[in-house]
């Protein structure tokens, strides 16, 4: 499974990317900090999950989510918010709260998107 993560805090990139790991032990993922570097990786490479914080460097999250929907609508399915902006369920239904346990990260994530991958 190859997964991109988007978060511009370097602490929580690590402790974000180890919750990933945990949830998916085979998983690849790539890390970026801005929403212009998201899109250009997912002009270039192929992802099966994205992960992404609401508030970053270069704005919001919902840019990101709004180009996947219209250019790679396949992977609106596997989008999920991880932040602790609040009202984010109106923007896309698939949302986890930053400071949840990693047993309700693990749980939501998987319900999100599947079992082991």
Request: aromatic residues 10%; glycine residues 6%; proline residues 2%.
């Amino acid at each position: 499974m190859n997964v991109l993560l988007l978060e511009d805090d370097r602490n929580l990139q690590r402790a974000t990317t180890r919750l990933i790991r945990y949830t998916y032990p085979n998983a690849a993922i790539s890390v970026t900090d801005t929403c212009a570097k998201t899109i250009a990786l997912l002009q270039h490479e192929r992802f099966d999950l994205v992960v992404s914080d609401f508030e970053v460097l270069d704005g919001t999250g919902d840019a990101v989510l709004y180009w996947v929907r219209e250019m790679q609508p396949h992977l609106v399915a596997r989008f999920v918010f991880f932040s602790g902006s609040s009202g984010l369920e109106k923007l896309h239904d698939k949302v986890i709260e930053k400071g949840c346990t990693v047993d309700e990260f693990v749980n939501q994530l998987r319900g999100f998107i599947g079992g082991a991958q």
